[in-house]
């Protein structure tokens, strides 16, 4: 049985952490699970948004140890990276999630430690309970975020508390993580806040979405020279876009859009 669970209504999926027994808690097979859908979703032309969440209790609770320590093989072969991506199955299991051209939404309630705050950080935005716990838990153990944590640390936080949490591994509240920047919004019911989001998104053209999420992804770190390149670039297919057209008919007429496939 998967320990991750999708489900696709009116082309928004429903991905679920689903080991509610062990707090979510991520064992090999669960990482090799996240992959496998993410890469599956990222086919689908139709789709338009992915809301995680996590069974029971917990968002996630982070590795396994005690399961995952058993099969040293398969941890020395989820460590290898695959050279076409850059990542590993530790780090992709996270980093997959940015590279789905459309918007993910992590719904965050009782812990998100470990590997599953490095998952949540992997989302485009995050919705926690106010009395959530989110840490940087690897420091606990004598170790370092390694699936893809430090770099989306650093995209959302100041390298300052980006290392103190890495190196304390303190455990801070939703409210606070809000107020540092982890989290997009606080809410006592985060899945909901988190559909709510996605009604919004689905009044803009799916290309725009997309365009958004790559080039942001594409140039957070790079040159000015090269973002104003990527961003005439982006705006050269847009304008080319059914979907863009279809987009600004609605705009005149204020009705709510139908759009197509997403174009790329």
Not at 31 to 51: C, E, F, I, P, Q
Not at 72 to 94: D, L, S
């Amino acid at each position: 049985m998967s320990s991750v669970t999708c489900t696709i209504n009116d082309g928004v999926a429903d991905v679920l952490l689903d080991r509610p027994d062990k707090l979510n808690a991520l064992t090999l097979q669960t990482l090799r699970d996240l992959v496998s859908t993410a890469h599956m979703l990222r086919r689908d032309k139709h789709l338009r948004a992915v809301v995680i969440s996590g069974a029971g209790d917990s968002f996630c609770t982070g590795l396994d140890f005690g399961t995952v320590m058993k099969d040293p093989k398969g941890i020395a072969a989820a460590f290898v990276p695959r050279p076409w991506r850059g990542t590993n199955t530790f780090q992709e299991a996270c980093w997959a999630w940015r590279r789905l051209p459309v918007p993910v939404i992590a719904a965050v309630h009782g812990h998100c430690l470990g590997g599953g705050l490095q998952i949540a950080l992997a989302a485009d935005f995050r919705f926690a309970t106010p009395d959530s716990t989110w840490s940087v838990l690897e420091g606990k153990w004598g170790i370092i975020p390694d699936m893809s944590g430090v770099r989306s640390l650093g995209e959302l936080v100041g390298i300052d508390t980006a290392k103190r949490l890495t190196m304390t591994a303190e455990t801070i509240d939703g409210a606070e993580a809000f107020e540092l920047g982890l989290v997009t919004g606080v809410s006592d019911d985060p899945y909901a806040a988190a559909y709510d989001l996605v009604t919004r998104l689905r009044t803009r053209s799916p290309d725009q979405l997309s365009a958004t999420k790559r080039l942001f992804e594409d140039t957070w770190h790079s040159s000015k020279r090269h973002t104003f390149s990527r961003e005439r670039i982006e705006q050269l297919r847009l304008l080319a876009a059914r979907n863009t057209k279809i987009a600004r008919e609605a705009a005149y007429k204020k009705v709510v859009p139908q759009f197509g496939p997403r174009q790329k």
